[in-house]
């Protein structure tokens, strides 16, 4: 069972106390975007092996949203941050790199 | 036969009689028996029925990898399938059955013989049966179907209480032996919270039982006096009868307690820091011919057997093996006063120290020696041998009455790999072992398991506890605790000679012989089976175990493991390593559905939202419905009155006079601050910010698919305030959604919501006379001019607080009053006592749902799945045009969601008035399509009789709908069909006079 650190009331919560919101950063298409690019919102999600930036909700907790870096495969967390961002802040991106030298950076 | 000792037992209590029954008959027992050293002391050697082919089964194991010994236990809500003897302390007055024979243990009918065994064969759950195909359905189906499972499903709820139980520890230290206990004293005194959990009913493991000696001194001594430190420590919990059954992501623990007083089981859901495996190790069966025979037992679970409860497994053992480690057994059952007549060790050269002590004894060791297949009739009743280099020559057959096999030790890795642990191949002792340089990783990328002791490949007893004080130091040492430093007690055993590979006995058995070697004792897999798996090309370690179904019983491959490896090994040329292992999955031994489920069941799995006036509607005949998690009266009963009548009598007594709603589980979401207006328009479809305080406007809310998900009226209540009316199930996700899109979208906007859902009680008040008895009540003009169809007004009515919306859901002049919830029952009293002179009577959610069809209004969840649009339901004008933007509005431009043919909201009317369509019935065309099935081109979404047209109706969505009003169509029901004309949506008061009156 996953914990997170929860950024908003610094609980450290349990995977049961959140609900998972998918990929994170995802830019809103509005009324004018063109077909394409409307259904890479609606349906093309990042899946990688390794590094993913996601959404999560504190909803047994505090209520409110946060993002999670975390390695989709070995389960490590490098960081949880404000969902109220557009990107990894640089102390996140610097957390990631400092155990995935190799990483390339975000998308 | 197998018989208890006059003498010794370490851990049974003489003094304590315990009386048990097996199958009917009454046995006896001592306290700390288990189950499965009673039944052996009774000479119960039989105790079940293979999975596959029923053959004889006799306990194996004196622990939880234990295939065999799977019992009933207990009666009625109590009884418990599949219980393993071996881990279960004896009770008085237990029940037990022995379980998968039928009619009973010694005859059993299912029995396989050798030629209907041919079809039984690796794989045979995919081969066997799928020709000719009518047999399925017919033979085989019900054939399996009977001999499926293992044990009997019990036939009634579940009469006992289990618990979780939620710890957090700095170290949780899993197993309790001589590694373990070093490992708890090491990070204790480190001044770490440490959490010490073993299996068994007692402390120290093998090693009091394998002789071993620590400082000098027999190790059951250090074990007391370690166990004695540890408890008198207040940062120490020590927990016995307890199994780690899974280590989790992020290091998240469960174990399972057999508890002695309470519930029945707890289920722990442990946080630790770090964790220590200290597990220990599993023994591993000989593959030799008949291996499976009752009375052929592990060599280590003979010795316990012998050392810990007294029981002779029989006068004559012969001891089988690869390793030296055996001796031990040969020499308890020798000081015992027994006969070993034989060791048989594969291995040429044998001149360890055990060895040598049994030699002494004059026990014959006979090296180089192999089990050419064990004799018997049912039980063991001898040993025929041969020379493991050979191909199973039979050189004699000597007479026993118990086989003690040993194929080596491997390390219980089960908690390092589920977590994530990597293993590596220990060529020299022959066994998996946790690879430290890939340990388990925690959140942080630093490993949260250190394995100790045997679990950690270190097998000679006098090394064991050296490992595990190492494992304490280490985990303080990752938590930055300052570990002793000191010189630590020292563990000394016998030395011991290498193990040598012995993976088929006798090397060169024929195909006859190997057809007769099993692997996995619970599912009836033999050598055979697994060389088939391969030549047919399931190579891979995991296609094999599926095919095969090795390692797949109860056991999960605890004994089988390895040895399959090994086959698979030599099949494709490959080493074992090369081949791998299968993945290890908690949980470690079954867990109980009880224990997880844990006090969640009944009225405590989930709780029932009421409203206020839950306790009036009980009393007064309510018939009860679940909504989402409320429940509401489906409507009220009166004596002698079917539901049907009542719901008829509600909807006319609505219609003719007045009807009385409990509409408290409505959801009511208040949205406020500056950019209110500017956010509501952006959840609606419709534009919401126009509207002025004291008007109300129904609104749709659809998500980014372009689907409509909620709807409801939505009041202005200043000019920052809207509240927001959502479905009674719709109202945690509503205000979750808005949150979500305020919180991670347009979190500069000055918006703040709040879900008011419950602070409100809610009453309709409905019908023509509705006017009439809020005027009675008093307080607030509630005239047509004062207060007109949608608009909404406050003041106190009968001295209420209250908000009047005047809207209607039904049809008809219509009033919604919300009140704080502490004065719900209150005013629905009042208006109960004036409305008695207009035939007042409470309505349920039956009658609100037929008077809202026979207006044509939708219902979310009936009319709408998750891929319906407004605009299909007819509701294209509460969809604005004018708004830039609004959730939902570029997926409904999407081309699918334009589509002229898309299905459309239509009424629809059977031909035959009494005739109901039945719900989700399909319409069809009369055309196939290329697969078959028969066109579709609509289905119903509501269907009811209705009272007030005193005909059935019938709401649905059709292909092109509102363009073929008049048309016929046929809906499918069963073998025939129904026709139904297509007509407009609204039955009744299409131009809605009543409800503006
Ligand atoms: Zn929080």
Redesign the pocket.
């Known amino acids: 069972m996953l914990q997170l650190e ?1 950024p ?4 450290l ?1 349990d995977e049961t106390e959140l609900v998972p919101g998918g990929e994170a950063h995802l830019q809103r298409a509005g009324p004018d975007s063109t077909d394409d690019a409307f259904a890479d919102y609606l349906f093309t999600r990042a899946n990688p092996r390794g590094v993913h930036f996601e959404r999560w909700c ?1 909803v047994y ?2 209520g ?1 949203w946060f993002h999670a870096a975390r390695d989709t495969a070995t389960l490590e967390v490098f960081g949880t941050y404000s969902a109220q961002t557009t990107a990894p802040p640089d102390d996140i991106v610097a957390a990631i790199r400092a155990r995935r030298p190799e990483w390339e950076g975000p998308a | 036969m197998s018989t208890r000792l006059a003498t010794g037992g370490t851990r049974i209590d003489r003094s304590q009689r315990l009386g048990f029954t097996w199958d009917g008959q009454p046995l006896q027992g001592f306290a700390g028996d288990t189950l499965a050293s009673a039944l052996l002391a009774n000479n119960q050697v039989l105790v079940g029925r293979s999975f596959k082919y029923h053959r004889p089964r006799g306990v194996v194991a004196a622990g939880p990898e234990e295939p065999n010994a799977l019992v009933g236990l207990g009666t009625g809500g109590s009884f418990e399938p599949n219980a393993r003897a071996t881990t279960t302390a004896l009770a008085d007055g237990m029940l037990v059955a022995s379980q998968n024979a039928w009619p009973g243990l010694a005859h059993d009918v299912g029995v396989v013989n050798g030629w209907l065994s041919r079809f039984l064969r690796a794989g045979f759950y995919y081969k066997t049966f799928l020709w000719p195909r009518a047999f399925w359905k017919r033979l085989y189906e019900p054939a399996i179907r009977r001999a499926a499972g293992l044990g009997r499903a019990p036939d009634r709820a579940d009469a006992d209480r289990y618990e979780y139980l939620y710890l957090h520890a700095d170290v949780l230290v899993a197993g309790g032996g001589i590694a373990g206990l070093a490992a708890a004293r090491e990070a204790a005194q480190a001044g770490l919270r440490v959490l010490l959990i073993e299996q068994e009913a007692c402390w120290g493991g093998r090693a009091a039982t394998d002789g071993v000696t620590v400082d000098g001194k027999p190790a059951a001594d250090w074990v007391a006096g370690t166990v004695a430190e540890l408890q008198a420590m207040e940062t120490v919990t020590l927990r016995l009868r307890t199994t780690v059954t899974g280590v989790h992501d992020h290091g998240f623990v469960t174990a399972l307690e057999a508890a002695d007083a309470g519930p029945r089981q707890r289920l722990w859901r442990i946080r630790a820091r770090h964790i220590v495996a200290a597990t220990g190790a599993i023994e591993r069966p000989l593959p030799f011919a008949q291996n499976d025979r009752p009375g052929v037992m592990l060599a280590g679970a003979v010795r316990d057997y012998a050392v810990h409860y007294a029981v002779s497994p029989g006068d004559r053992t012969v001891v089988v093996t690869n390793n030296d480690d055996a001796y031990r057994t040969a020499i308890a059952l020798r000081e015992a006063g027994l006969t070993v007549p034989a060791i048989l060790d594969a291995r040429l050269r044998v001149e360890g120290a055990l060895p040598e002590r049994a030699r002494a004894m004059g026990i014959p060791i006979k090296p180089g020696h192999a089990v050419a297949g064990s004799v018997g009739r049912g039980r063991v009743e001898g040993v025929a041998v041969c020379v493991q280099a050979g191909e199973g020559a039979v050189l004699e057959t000597i007479p026993c009455e118990a086989v003690a096999m040993s194929g080596g030790w491997s390390p219980t890795v089960h908690l390092w790999s589920q977590a994530g642990g990597k293993l590596r191949w220990d060529a020299a002792q022959l066994l998996f072992r946790p690879d430290p340089a890939r340990p388990p990783i925690g959140a942080d990328g630093a490993a949260i398991v250190t394995a100790a002791g045997a679990a950690n490949g270190v097998l000679p007893a006098g090394d064991c506890l050296e490992d595990g004080v190492a494992a304490g130091r280490a985990a303080a040492k990752a938590l930055g605790a300052k570990p002793q430093t000191g010189k630590a007690a020292t563990a000394a055993a016998p030395e011991e000679a290498p193990i040598e590979a012995v993976w088929c006995m006798p090397q060169g058995a024929p195909p006859a012989l190997r057809d007769k070697i099993w692997l996995d004792f619970q599912n009836d897999v033999t050598m055979s089976d697994v060389a088939l798996a391969a030549r047919e090309g399931y190579e891979s370690v995991e296609h094999a175990k599926r095919y095969t179904t090795l390692g797949m019983a109860t056991d999960q491959g605890k004994l089988s493991n390895i040895g399959g490896l090994a086959v698979l090994a030599e099949a494709r040329g490959a080493t074992i390593p090369e081949i791998g292992t299968t993945t290890f999955r908690p949980p470690f031994t079954p867990v109980t559905l009880g224990a997880i489920g844990g006090e969640a069941r009944g009225a405590l799995f989930k709780p029932t939202r009421k409203t206020a006036m839950d306790g009036w509607h009980d009393a007064n005949g309510a018939v009860w419905e679940p909504v989402a998690d409320w429940r509401r009266p489906f409507c009220y009963r009166k004596p002698g009155e079917t539901v049907d009548q009542a719901v008829a009598r509600e909807v006319r007594n609505t219609r003719r006079n007045l009807g009385i709603l409990d509409a408290s589980t409505l959801g009511k979401i208040l949205v406020t601050g500056p950019d209110a207006g500017r956010f509501v328009d952006t959840l609606y479809t419709n534009r919401m910010s126009t509207l002025k305080p004291g008007r109300c406007r129904y609104g749709l809310m659809c998500n980014e698919n372009g689907f409509l998900f909620d709807d409801g009226v939505v009041a202005r209540i200043d000019d920052h305030s809207f509240l927001c009316h959502t479905t009674s199930g719709g109202s945690d996700h509503v205000h979750a959604w808005m949150e979500e899109w305020l919180q991670t979208e347009w979190w500069d906007w000055q918006v703040y919501t709040a879900n008011l859902t419950e602070q409100f009680a809610q009453i309709a008040v409905v019908g023509p006379q509705a006017r009439a008895v809020l005027e009675a009540l008093g307080g607030i003009d509630l005239s047509a001019d004062a207060l007109p169809f949608m608009g909404w007004t406050e003041g106190t009515l009968a001295g209420i607080p209250a908000r009047v919306f005047r809207i209607s859901f039904s049809g008809e002049l219509s009033f919604e009053i919300a009140v704080p919830a502490a004065h719900g029952q209150a005013l629905w009293d009042r208006l109960m006592a004036a409305g008695a002179a207009h035939a007042i009577a409470p309505y349920g959610t039956e009658a609100l749902h037929i008077m809202r069809a026979e207006k044509g209004f939708i219902m979310i969840g009936d009319e709408t799945d998750g891929t319906v649009t407004p605009q299909d339901l007819g509701l294209d004008w509460a969809v604005s045009k004018k708004k830039d933007d609004f959730l939902g509005k570029r997926a409904q431009a999407r081309a699918d969601l334009t589509r002229p043919d898309r299905w459309r909201l239509v009424g629809l009317q059977t031909l035959d008035p009494r005739t109901r369509l039945p719900d989700g019935a399909h319409a069809v065309d009369g055309t196939v399509l290329p697969t078959g099935i028969r066109r579709t081109i609509g289905r119903v979404t509501s269907t009811y009789m209705s009272p007030t047209l005193d005909r059935s109706i019938a709401l649905g969505l059709v292909e092109r709908g509102p363009e073929r009003i008049g048309e016929v169509i046929r809906f499918a029901d069963g073998r025939g069909h129904i026709e139904a004309r297509i007509v407009d949506p609204v039955f009744y008061d299409p131009q809605g006079e009543r409800q503006n009156g």
Do not use: L, P, Q, W
């Open positions: 929860c908003v009331c610094g609980v919560a504190h907790g505090c409110k």
